[in-house]
């Protein structure tokens, strides 16, 4: 593996900068499931980052630990330098990590740009009651941040739904919103837990080019994990490679292909 | 100081209306746009200040006069200011289809040998560059959105933005140069190139002076009273000589404001919100706006449907003739008026059309039915006869005297003559200068003497003067049996009926005709769906029976009404097939401006023809498409073939 220590250039002349989270030995238990065992890899900044594995092998659970959802039982969790404290995760969000679900979890029943404005939810400093007479400072502040949610809906090319209820939407759409209302929180990390599931290939392509983007324009980092290999392979930096809770391997995506270990995870091994 | 010398108050060219305007109007709006869900809104002072830069930034770049600048994109203000600067350098503006692919581009580029390119957004440039290497003239490339280049080599791309800021630094002999070139512009300078759709062959470069675009303008604006208070909402394709009047040329001359649509998804609801005084539309959006209020009427409450069947019973018998200042009965009046408030506004309202003064609707045949429902509600929709060569102006109809079936008189200052042929000629001030790099082509269309051929068959009504168009003039031809085929005349009445989209007729030269049927997937979707039949795709629904069945019937109906007519009764469908791909421009078979072009669908679907005529039943094909990242796939089929009624005037009888 090539030596990262300083951070690195990609391919296509991206500056990867410094560690921006670090974890450390993880071990995650569920009474006597070990979902994930002692898992060792960093994110750096402005990096596009996968995790990859066949089902079950304790990627969504990964992202939860990175999200402060899970508290993993052994391991640290470094982020910005600095070992994090247990935290709920409304704190941890507060910090500059915000995420989107495997089954999509928006406000059915609200529109586009409400569900994005929820995302602003953490940053809003006027209380409930000033946003309920939405008068003077409460007025402003909405304002400022409806302005900012109105660039992401422009960026993510959303403008025709934006008052549309997202429960009538169609799927990738719904994603696409998911996406929105997550970049709405101006994340440093941003996780996306299959962020293509059940799109058909001209939503992968789109959804692709938004992630890409949004990784140069707004320079987020960003982790995901997906199953469709060639998406993987298109867009990520470095890979990292679960099975049953163990990682097989880590490295830019040539090296994991080339890794004798994936393969037989992915491919079944003959005993 | 506005240069470009007077002539009886019209002055002669873009450059020195924008001058004029920021003097004249200076701080009313000009343009607008919805960005970040508002609508911005820019002056005609700013207009110009923007422009004059942008002119100036382009000139440092190395923009030379006659230099051809492709402009690629959708509807934004600043592409069509873009265009004004380009022709303050006295270059010409190239507008082109932004959802041409690649090498259709590849070719409008490198004929025309454009040396600059200002494309709206990273999709376009990337386009441009993938065919750069056939483009040996090409030299700088201008683009607008800056999301996702910052990766892109800048050694010959540039941020429009960063153009103009350089231009506000321009020395003063940059300045000078430019006030030169300005002034240098008159009549006889060349305002734009637009390509032709090219409904056969490759497209042409029709070649368009100052005088063409202005006086055009003018004379239009002239004839419906447009001015400086009306509102137009651009969003068709600026490399369409309509868009190129209405959102350039009147806005040039006249000051119409020009109100731009946050994306293109958008459109509807924009529509809604600028309520536009004057409104054009090819006739398939005014069809897609009837289906949808059809729709949403057949899912209301019986008192609401009771009550818009009732009310617009009404106005199909009272409504045009109250458009057109007719008398008609005070208690006929006084029910419409009620009709007004509970039925005809909110319908109005809700397509964003209460504003319209005046609509035109062109491009192709519109169903009467169509066209009467608009009537009806007191939308005063009116029909265009026009073409990129005549500067959109061939023939309108006056307030008065719209009718379905004509396309009304000549426009101010046009003559028209019905050539021996029945081709229809005109020779106009908006008549084009040439083909570019095509003078074969032009001594075909154009004689010494100013008349140019249009290729479309018609006649003048004796009584009222009004034009008809029957078909294209390449295209009537005769059956077999002697008898005229003229298979635009058909496709149209087919096409009247929501469920079908687009129809082609084959027959000249043969004994009969056939037809190739494309269902509309949202009225047939919607039909499936209260008929409880289940679909998977376009093509599953298209081969349905009970979807056959209906088509048939509407094939049959047509034929009837084809058979009433003596000249064409031999046009009657006597077999069909209901295709299983949508037709589409990305395969080639429609234009950008989705005409049909039938050589090529016939060439490519042979064997359907063939199946067609010789009697089988069904036929498997395999079909290559195109899908929108330009990747190619196949899809195979068989299609059922069926047997229409014909008629023989009176009475009917089976085929075969």
Redesign the interface.
């Given at each position: 593996m090539k030596d990262i220590a300083q951070g690195y250039m990609t391919e296509?002349?991206?500056q990867i900068g410094a560690v921006l989270m670090e974890l450390k030995n993880i071990t995650l238990k569920f009474g006597g499931v070990q979902a994930i065992t002692n898992a060792s890899f960093d994110i750096r900044e402005g990096e596009i980052r996968a995790i990859i594995g066949p089902n079950g092998a304790g990627k969504s659970s990964m992202l939860n630990v990175i999200n402060g959802f899970y508290h993993p039982q052994e391991g640290e969790v470094w982020f910005h330098g600095k070992k994090r404290p247990s935290m709920p995760p409304s704190e941890i969000a507060r910090q500059g990590i915000a995420r989107t679900f495997q089954n999509i979890a928006l406000f059915h029943g609200m529109t586009t740009?409400e569900n994005v404005m929820t995302g602003r939810q953490l940053m809003m400093k006027k209380n409930f009651f000033w946003q309920l007479l939405r008068v003077g400072p409460a007025l402003e502040e909405e304002t400022v941040h409806?302005?900012k949610c109105?660039?992401i809906?422009?960026?993510l090319?959303i403008?025709?739904i934006?008052?549309t209820p997202v429960g009538s939407l169609p799927y990738g759409l719904q994603k696409r919103v998911e996406l929105a209302r997550a970049l709405a929180m101006e994340p440093k990390l941003l996780l996306l837990d299959e962020p293509m599931a059940g799109m058909n290939?001209?939503e992968k392509?789109d959804m692709s080019?938004f992630i890409?983007?949004v990784n140069?324009?707004y320079g987020t980092t960003i982790a995901l994990i997906e199953h469709d290999m060639s998406v993987v392979m298109d867009l990520a930096d470095r890979v990292v490679v679960l099975d049953y809770g163990k990682m097989l391997a880590d490295g830019t995506p040539d090296e994991v292909q080339k890794n004798q270990a994936v393969i037989d995870a992915y491919l079944g091994v003959e005993n | 100081m506005v240069s470009g010398s007077e002539t009886g108050g019209v002055l002669q060219s873009v450059p020195a209306y924008v001058r004029r305007n920021a003097k004249t109007f200076s701080n009313a709006p000009a343009f607008r746009e919805k960005q970040f869900g508002i609508w911005q809104s820019w002056t005609w002072l700013q207009v110009e200040k923007y422009v004059t830069e942008l002119a100036l930034g382009l000139l440092q770049l190395g923009a030379r006069e006659g230099d051809h600048i492709a402009v690629i994109g959708r509807n934004r203000p600043h592409l069509y200011w873009a265009m004004m600067s380009v022709q303050m350098v006295g270059a010409v503006p190239v507008p082109l289809y932004q959802d041409a692919v690649a090498e259709e581009m590849s070719y409008v580029l490198s004929h025309c040998g454009a040396r600059f390119v200002i494309a709206d957004d990273q999709e376009q440039v990337d386009k441009v560059l993938e065919v750069q290497e056939d483009l040996p003239s090409l030299d700088q490339m201008i683009y607008l959105d800056a999301r996702g280049m910052r990766k892109y080599d800048h050694s010959k791309l540039h941020d429009l933005e960063k153009v103009r800021e350089s231009g506000v630094e321009a020395s003063t002999t940059e300045r000078q140069e430019l006030e030169t070139r300005i002034g240098k512009l008159n009549f006889q300078s060349i305002c734009v190139m637009l390509y032709t759709s090219g409904t056969t062959g490759k497209p042409k470069g029709v070649v368009l002076s100052n005088k063409n675009i202005i006086i055009s303008s003018l004379n239009g604006c002239k004839f419906d009273n447009i001015g400086k208070d009306d509102e137009i909402l651009s969003y068709l394709p600026i490399a369409w000589v309509g868009d190129f009047i209405f959102s350039f040329g009147q806005c040039v001359v006249s000051g119409v404001r020009v109100n731009c649509p946050e994306s293109r998804e958008t459109v509807l609801s924009d529509l809604r919100e600028i309520g536009p005084s004057y409104y054009f539309a090819p006739p398939r959006i005014f069809e897609s706006m009837l289906t949808s209020v059809m729709l949403r009427i057949e899912d209301t409450s019986v008192v609401k449907k009771w009550l818009y069947d009732y009310f617009m019973a009404h106005a199909t018998q009272v409504g045009p003739l109250i458009l057109d200042k007719k008398p008609v009965g005070r208690w006929a009046l006084i029910k419409y008026k009620v009709g007004e408030f509970l039925i005809y506004a909110p319908i109005k309202n809700i397509l964003g059309l209460s504003q319209v003064r005046v609509g035109y609707t062109a491009g192709e045949a519109i169903g009467p039915e169509i066209f009467d429902f608009f009537r009806s509600l007191g939308i005063n929709l009116k029909q265009l006869y026009g073409q990129t060569e005549a500067s959109i102006f061939v023939t309108v109809q006056p307030d008065g005297e719209v009718r379905s079936d004509t396309v009304g008189v000549p426009a101010p200052d046009v003559e028209v003559r019905i050539g021996s042929n029945g081709e229809v000629y005109y020779r106009s001030p908006g008549a084009f200068v040439e083909y570019y790099k095509n003078p074969e082509s032009t001594a075909e269309t154009k004689d010494p003497d100013g008349w140019v051929a249009t290729g479309d068959a018609g006649f003048l009504e004796p009584d009222t003067g009004h034009l008809r168009i029957i078909d294209r003039a390449k295209d009537v031809g005769k059956l077999s049996g002697g008898s005229m085929f003229a298979p635009k005349y058909v496709e149209n009445k087919l096409k009247f009926y929501p469920n079908i989209l687009e129809a082609v007729l084959f027959g000249a030269g043969r004994d009969n005709c056939v037809a190739f049927i494309n269902i509309d997937l949202t009225a047939v979707g919607y039909w499936a769906e209260r008929n409880n039949i289940a679909y998977s795709s376009y093509q599953e629904l298209s081969s349905n029976p009970k979807v056959l069945d209906m088509v048939q019937e509407h094939v049959e109906k047509v034929n009837k009404s084809v058979s009433e007519d003596e000249m064409l009764s031999g046009c009657q469908i006597h077999r069909f097939l209901v295709l299983h791909k949508e037709l589409d421009a990305d395969d080639g078979e429609l234009t950008r401006t989705r005409k049909v072009r039938r050589k090529i669908i016939g060439e490519k679907f042979d064997d359907l023809v063939t199946a067609l005529y010789d009697g089988s039943d069904s036929i498997y094909t395999e079909t290559e498409v195109t899908y929108e990242d330009g990747r190619k796939g196949k899809i195979a089929a068989t299609l059922q073939i069926r047997n229409a009624a014909i008629s023989d005037g009176s009475t009917s009888m089976a085929a075969e």
């Amino acid at each position: 593996m090539k030596d990262i220590a300083q951070g690195y250039m990609t391919e296509d002349g991206r500056q990867i900068g410094a560690v921006l989270m670090e974890l450390k030995n993880i071990t995650l238990k569920f009474g006597g499931v070990q979902a994930i065992t002692n898992a060792s890899f960093d994110i750096r900044e402005g990096e596009i980052r996968a995790i990859i594995g066949p089902n079950g092998a304790g990627k969504s659970s990964m992202l939860n630990v990175i999200n402060g959802f899970y508290h993993p039982q052994e391991g640290e969790v470094w982020f910005h330098g600095k070992k994090r404290p247990s935290m709920p995760p409304s704190e941890i969000a507060r910090q500059g990590i915000a995420r989107t679900f495997q089954n999509i979890a928006l406000f059915h029943g609200m529109t586009t740009v409400e569900n994005v404005m929820t995302g602003r939810q953490l940053m809003m400093k006027k209380n409930f009651f000033w946003q309920l007479l939405r008068v003077g400072p409460a007025l402003e502040e909405e304002t400022v941040h409806r302005r900012k949610c109105e660039e992401i809906i422009d960026f993510l090319e959303i403008q025709a739904i934006r008052k549309t209820p997202v429960g009538s939407l169609p799927y990738g759409l719904q994603k696409r919103v998911e996406l929105a209302r997550a970049l709405a929180m101006e994340p440093k990390l941003l996780l996306l837990d299959e962020p293509m599931a059940g799109m058909n290939v001209e939503e992968k392509e789109d959804m692709s080019r938004f992630i890409l983007d949004v990784n140069d324009q707004y320079g987020t980092t960003i982790a995901l994990i997906e199953h469709d290999m060639s998406v993987v392979m298109d867009l990520a930096d470095r890979v990292v490679v679960l099975d049953y809770g163990k990682m097989l391997a880590d490295g830019t995506p040539d090296e994991v292909q080339k890794n004798q270990a994936v393969i037989d995870a992915y491919l079944g091994v003959e005993n | 100081m506005v240069s470009g010398s007077e002539t009886g108050g019209v002055l002669q060219s873009v450059p020195a209306y924008v001058r004029r305007n920021a003097k004249t109007f200076s701080n009313a709006p000009a343009f607008r746009e919805k960005q970040f869900g508002i609508w911005q809104s820019w002056t005609w002072l700013q207009v110009e200040k923007y422009v004059t830069e942008l002119a100036l930034g382009l000139l440092q770049l190395g923009a030379r006069e006659g230099d051809h600048i492709a402009v690629i994109g959708r509807n934004r203000p600043h592409l069509y200011w873009a265009m004004m600067s380009v022709q303050m350098v006295g270059a010409v503006p190239v507008p082109l289809y932004q959802d041409a692919v690649a090498e259709e581009m590849s070719y409008v580029l490198s004929h025309c040998g454009a040396r600059f390119v200002i494309a709206d957004d990273q999709e376009q440039v990337d386009k441009v560059l993938e065919v750069q290497e056939d483009l040996p003239s090409l030299d700088q490339m201008i683009y607008l959105d800056a999301r996702g280049m910052r990766k892109y080599d800048h050694s010959k791309l540039h941020d429009l933005e960063k153009v103009r800021e350089s231009g506000v630094e321009a020395s003063t002999t940059e300045r000078q140069e430019l006030e030169t070139r300005i002034g240098k512009l008159n009549f006889q300078s060349i305002c734009v190139m637009l390509y032709t759709s090219g409904t056969t062959g490759k497209p042409k470069g029709v070649v368009l002076s100052n005088k063409n675009i202005i006086i055009s303008s003018l004379n239009g604006c002239k004839f419906d009273n447009i001015g400086k208070d009306d509102e137009i909402l651009s969003y068709l394709p600026i490399a369409w000589v309509g868009d190129f009047i209405f959102s350039f040329g009147q806005c040039v001359v006249s000051g119409v404001r020009v109100n731009c649509p946050e994306s293109r998804e958008t459109v509807l609801s924009d529509l809604r919100e600028i309520g536009p005084s004057y409104y054009f539309a090819p006739p398939r959006i005014f069809e897609s706006m009837l289906t949808s209020v059809m729709l949403r009427i057949e899912d209301t409450s019986v008192v609401k449907k009771w009550l818009y069947d009732y009310f617009m019973a009404h106005a199909t018998q009272v409504g045009p003739l109250i458009l057109d200042k007719k008398p008609v009965g005070r208690w006929a009046l006084i029910k419409y008026k009620v009709g007004e408030f509970l039925i005809y506004a909110p319908i109005k309202n809700i397509l964003g059309l209460s504003q319209v003064r005046v609509g035109y609707t062109a491009g192709e045949a519109i169903g009467p039915e169509i066209f009467d429902f608009f009537r009806s509600l007191g939308i005063n929709l009116k029909q265009l006869y026009g073409q990129t060569e005549a500067s959109i102006f061939v023939t309108v109809q006056p307030d008065g005297e719209v009718r379905s079936d004509t396309v009304g008189v000549p426009a101010p200052d046009v003559e028209v003559r019905i050539g021996s042929n029945g081709e229809v000629y005109y020779r106009s001030p908006g008549a084009f200068v040439e083909y570019y790099k095509n003078p074969e082509s032009t001594a075909e269309t154009k004689d010494p003497d100013g008349w140019v051929a249009t290729g479309d068959a018609g006649f003048l009504e004796p009584d009222t003067g009004h034009l008809r168009i029957i078909d294209r003039a390449k295209d009537v031809g005769k059956l077999s049996g002697g008898s005229m085929f003229a298979p635009k005349y058909v496709e149209n009445k087919l096409k009247f009926y929501p469920n079908i989209l687009e129809a082609v007729l084959f027959g000249a030269g043969r004994d009969n005709c056939v037809a190739f049927i494309n269902i509309d997937l949202t009225a047939v979707g919607y039909w499936a769906e209260r008929n409880n039949i289940a679909y998977s795709s376009y093509q599953e629904l298209s081969s349905n029976p009970k979807v056959l069945d209906m088509v048939q019937e509407h094939v049959e109906k047509v034929n009837k009404s084809v058979s009433e007519d003596e000249m064409l009764s031999g046009c009657q469908i006597h077999r069909f097939l209901v295709l299983h791909k949508e037709l589409d421009a990305d395969d080639g078979e429609l234009t950008r401006t989705r005409k049909v072009r039938r050589k090529i669908i016939g060439e490519k679907f042979d064997d359907l023809v063939t199946a067609l005529y010789d009697g089988s039943d069904s036929i498997y094909t395999e079909t290559e498409v195109t899908y929108e990242d330009g990747r190619k796939g196949k899809i195979a089929a068989t299609l059922q073939i069926r047997n229409a009624a014909i008629s023989d005037g009176s009475t009917s009888m089976a085929a075969e």
